[in-house]
Every structure is written in C-alpha cells, then in structure tokens.
C-alpha cells in the first residue's frame, strides 16, 4: 500500500521548472574536439592536460563534455579534481553509468552519498539508475531522500519523479 502510494505521490505532484535548476543544459559554445576543452578566458580550445581552468570551470566542463556524451574525455578532466570530493564522486557515477558500467557508478553514487548525504544530484542520477533497472522501489526511496534534503521543485526531484513515472531515466 505504501509503495502504491509514494507512486501516485511521484507522479501527480506538478513538475517543477527547470530552468532554474542547477542541471539545465549548458549554454551552447564552440565544439572542441576529443582531448581538448574550451576555454572561456582565451575563446580558444586547450588541451584537457595543458589548460589553466579553475576547479568550477572544470566541473562546468564536465558538465558540459558529458551533455554532448563525452564521457572519456569529461573523466580526463574528473582525474584532475580532488577525488574524494561529492561532485567529483557524483560525475564520476553519471559517466560510469552513461558508458553501460552501472556497478561502478553506483559506487561512485554510493560514496558521493556517504561524504554529503544532502547531494541531491547524487541521489538523482542513482535513482535514474535504479529506473533504468526496474527498480522502481529504490528510485522511490531516492525521490524520498531528495525531498528530505532540501531538493523538492529542483531538477533532480523532478527529472527522478518524471522518470519513474514513465519508466525511462531523463538525464538532462
């Protein structure tokens, strides 16, 4: 009964807007090719090794790589931040899962969770992952835990309760 529930719940709440989401897609920019990032200081694209992006420019890039589906090269650029931070953790499982290797991402998830247990972009993209599992139930309890955080009418909240509605991830 509670599971029927928490699913009705999931899916009548309105969708929340996402464009003031931290998740929106990023701005469109120039196309670098694989190995190499743009740089918004020099307008040129640098090589993911020789570059001099600040450590939030980098996560942008990342975001960034991964939207286009430039999964290896978005985890060349995680190389370079600090390991044991949640975003880095959090990136690292969405790369992971997007290259078919769903065990290894949720680790990352798992562990991005135990530094920052409020990360709810963390329990976005494991509860996007349990969804394209089938496991409905522990997406539930991923939606739950978002909401518990802090993070109902964010992207996350709603990507997840719009995935488990229809039974198909949304990433972006």
Same mark, same amino acid.
Not at 71 to 87: G, H
């Given at each position: 009964?509670?599971?029927?529930?928490?699913?009705?719940?999931?899916? /009548?709440?309105?969708?929340?807007?996402? %464009?003031? /989401?931290?998740? =929106?897609?990023?701005?469109?920019?120039?196309? +670098?090719? /694989? #190995?190499?990032?743009?740089?918004?200081?020099?307008? @040129? +694209?640098?090589?993911?090794? #020789?570059?001099?992006?600040?450590?939030?420019?980098?996560?942008?890039?990342?975001?960034?790589?991964? *939207?286009?589906?430039? *999964?290896?090269?978005?985890?060349?650029?995680?190389? =370079?931040?600090?390991?044991?931070?949640?975003?880095?953790?959090?990136?690292?499982?969405?790369?992971?899962?997007?290259? #078919?290797?769903?065990?290894?991402?949720?680790? *990352?998830?798992?562990?991005?969770?135990?530094?920052?247990?409020?990360?709810?972009?963390?329990? %976005?993209?494991?509860?996007?992952?349990?969804?394209?599992?089938?496991?409905?139930?522990?997406?539930?309890?991923?939606?739950?835990?978002?909401?518990?955080?802090?993070? @109902? #009418? /964010?992207?996350?909240?709603?990507?997840?309760?719009?995935?488990?509605? @229809?039974?198909?991830?949304?990433?972006?």
């Amino acid at each position: 009964m509670r599971f029927l529930l928490a699913t009705v719940l999931a899916i /009548s709440l309105p969708v929340a807007v996402f %464009a003031n /989401s931290e998740e =929106q897609a990023p701005p469109k920019k120039p196309q +670098c090719e /694989s #190995g190499f990032i743009y740089d918004k200081k020099t307008k @040129t +694209c640098v090589s993911t090794n #020789g570059h001099t992006l600040d450590t939030d420019a980098l996560y942008q890039e990342v975001r960034a790589l991964s *939207y286009d589906g430039r *999964y290896a090269d978005a985890q060349v650029l995680l190389a =370079q931040l600090p390991a044991d931070d949640d975003r880095t953790l959090t990136y690292m499982g969405f790369t992971n899962r997007k290259m #078919g290797q769903a065990e290894a991402a949720m680790e *990352y998830y798992v562990r991005a969770l135990d530094k920052n247990p409020g990360n709810v972009l963390a329990r %976005a993209y494991m509860g996007q992952g349990f969804v394209a599992d089938g496991n409905i139930s522990a997406a539930l309890e991923q939606l739950r835990e978002i909401r518990v955080h802090g993070g @109902t #009418g /964010s992207w996350a909240e709603a990507s997840l309760r719009t995935a488990i509605a @229809t039974g198909r991830p949304i990433d972006w």
